[in-house]
């Protein structure tokens, strides 16, 4: 599969420099560029506007803007995007004071050729990529180690404490704070200290896992019994710190002594590990190197429909089905590709697992190579949850968002965003739109002297009423309180806009039952119409209210138009 290119902007006024650059770029073999060239900073932030641009090549002497302005107004017009000043021999402190600001890199000039930009470029671009990467795992550690039941103690090689998580905060009543920076081994109790510091220094000697047992003393006295785990981070022989799990055992140390025993084999490193993987709300799934299944928690044996024992050693596409929720077309691997590029991959969006019986649901999250002590990849761990709670939420939200409450009709920004495009197509198939303004006659009395809730099952039935006098294209709205708006979108004359309104004022002049009431209830209509009285939305909407107005000054339970003579002419059409 073919890597697509990246797109440059180069923002340079010197033709000389730009061909030099656009020619060392396009010489690149292993990693294509796409070079887009303007000459002036404003082309330059007209083109950022749009997507598209993954890296900025930025002279900061252009005509129309200079220095450390020109760059603070490139960075905020593509804060994501990839800025790399270029910079003469003889300015040094601009792109410095760049870089402090949001620069990436610098480039001199003098020293761009076919050769090394490309190389510059790609370096560049591996080293924004590694950091996000980087980003993505501290943000999936803390998340991770903060939803454990175990303490996490993470120190520096000198012994000084550089993380905690929530459930040693918990053990120890600590804040994270207050343990920053301290060693480990001042939070346990005097009466442990001297033996568990002399497990602590064997086990370093021989470079051995380190497990004990110890009270914890909190500052206000109390006392917490841990069982605690600790290992050294090491980067081949050299350690460059330690971390410590922690467990609170208070109650197991109230226990029976012949219960205890069981309680330590629980913890061994296999069970401990796979207690965490049991108690967290996200499915995991494993594999080997081949891309055979060797676990599953009980989370994923949940959402694939498959048992741990069942799914055991059967390739991962059989028992983890996943396809893209828009085309329907199978995903690949995420275990293999993870194993490939030894990396962590996301799964793609939109994903949807296929369950044992055939059932779909739609699932986030991502694919992890594992390695052995050597660093090798030996498998692949995969972690989803369910996201069809989240979609639905946001489905109703969006929905709930743009319809009105009370009556379920779209609300005012539905209709704003609906006239707009009717307007639109109206213009392409040379047709006309009609927009109708509708405001119940005496509403109020019928609230004030029957209450809200009578005022409002009214509402309901006069919506009802509206929907039904219109075609399916077109829309039905509440403005608010008791109006309402009739968007009659692709109509061929307003003689078909007062058509509607002679079957809205026939269709309310009916008697409504409400409550145990007989309800009489009556309608002022404005109407205006693209494009005679306007060709905008804005202008749509200011004409029909005022018609409406009219309407209700010549005696309400009637419609008119926007201007006088046309609503002549359409009632006698």
């Not at 994923?300 to 077309?329: H, Q, Y």
């Amino acid at each position: 599969m073919n890597t697509p290119p990246t797109t440059v902007l180069l923002v340079e006024d010197d033709p000389a420099d730009a061909g030099m650059i656009q020619t060392a770029l396009a010489s690149a073999d292993e990693h294509r560029f796409r070079v887009e060239w303007v000459t002036r900073l404003s082309d330059a932030l007209e083109r950022l506007g749009r997507d598209g641009i993954e890296v900025v090549l930025l002279d900061l002497t252009l005509p129309d803007g200079q220095g450390i302005e020109a760059f603070d107004q490139v960075h905020l017009a593509a804060p994501n995007a990839l800025i790399l000043v270029l910079s003469g021999a003889m300015d040094e402190e601009t792109p410095r004071l760049a870089l402090q600001r949001g620069a990436h890199d610098y480039l001199a000039k003098g020293h761009i050729d076919a050769h090394w930009l490309p190389r510059a470029l790609r370096y560049v671009i591996e080293r924004k990529a590694s950091g996000e990467r980087l980003r993505d795992s501290e943000a999936r550690f803390r998340a991770m180690s903060d939803a454990s039941p175990l303490g996490i103690f993470v120190s520096d090689a000198q012994g000084g404490c550089t993380y905690t998580n929530a459930a040693y905060q918990r053990i120890s009543g600590l804040t994270l704070e207050q343990t920053l920076g301290t060693n480990w081994s001042v939070a346990v109790h005097p009466d442990d200290r001297q033996r568990v510091l002399a497990e602590w220094r064997d086990a370093a000697r021989g470079q051995d896992p380190f497990e004990t047992e110890f009270r914890f003393l909190r500052e206000d006295g109390s006392v917490v019994w841990t069982r605690v785990n600790g290992a050294a981070m090491r980067d081949g022989a050299w350690a460059h710190g330690h971390v410590q799990t922690v467990e609170d055992i208070t109650e197991r140390k109230s226990t029976e002594l012949l219960l205890r025993a069981a309680e330590e084999a629980i913890f061994e490193e296999k069970e401990r590990a796979q207690v965490t993987l049991n108690s967290i709300g996200d499915g995991v799934l494993s594999t080997d190197l081949l891309g055979k299944v060797t676990y599953m928690n009980p989370i994923a044996e949940t959402m694939t429909g498959w048992s741990c024992e069942d799914a055991l050693g059967r390739p991962l596409p059989e028992v983890f089905t996943i396809m893209d929720g828009k085309g329907g077309n199978a995903l690949e691997n995420p275990a293999l590709r993870a194993i490939a590029g030894n990396e962590t991959v996301k799964l793609s969006a939109d994903c949807m697992l296929v369950r044992r019986d055939g059932s779909e649901s739609p699932i986030e999250d991502s694919a992890a190579p594992i390695h052995s002590r050597a660093g090798a990849a030996i498998g692949a761990v995969i972690v989803f949850h369910d996201v069809s709670k989240a979609h639905a939420m946001a489905q109703k939200m969006s929905h709930q968002a743009q319809h009105d409450f009370l009556t379920g009709l779209p609300n005012r920004m539905l209709l704003t965003e609906r006239l707009s495009q009717a307007i639109g197509q109206a213009h392409r198939h040379g047709k006309q739109v009609a927009l109708m303004f509708l405001d119940l006659d005496n509403f109020k009395h019928i609230n004030d002297s029957l209450g809200h809730a009578i005022g409002d099952e009214l509402l309901q039935s006069v919506a009802g009423r509206l929907a039904k006098c219109v075609r399916t294209t077109d829309t039905v709205c509440r403005q608010g309180g008791d109006e309402f708006v009739i968007l009659l979108s692709e109509i061929a004359s307003p003689h078909d806009a007062a058509h509607v309104a002679n079957n809205v004022l026939a269709a309310l002049a009916e008697a409504q039952q409400i409550g145990g009431h007989e309800l009489h209830v009556t309608v002022s209509i404005g109407i205006s119409v693209y494009p005679d009285h306007g060709t905008d939305a804005e202008a749509l909407m200011q004409g029909a209210d005022t018609a409406m107005y009219h309407a209700k000054a010549t005696g309400r339970n009637n419609f008119q138009f926007c201007e006088t003579e046309m609503n002549t002419r359409s009632v006698s059409a």
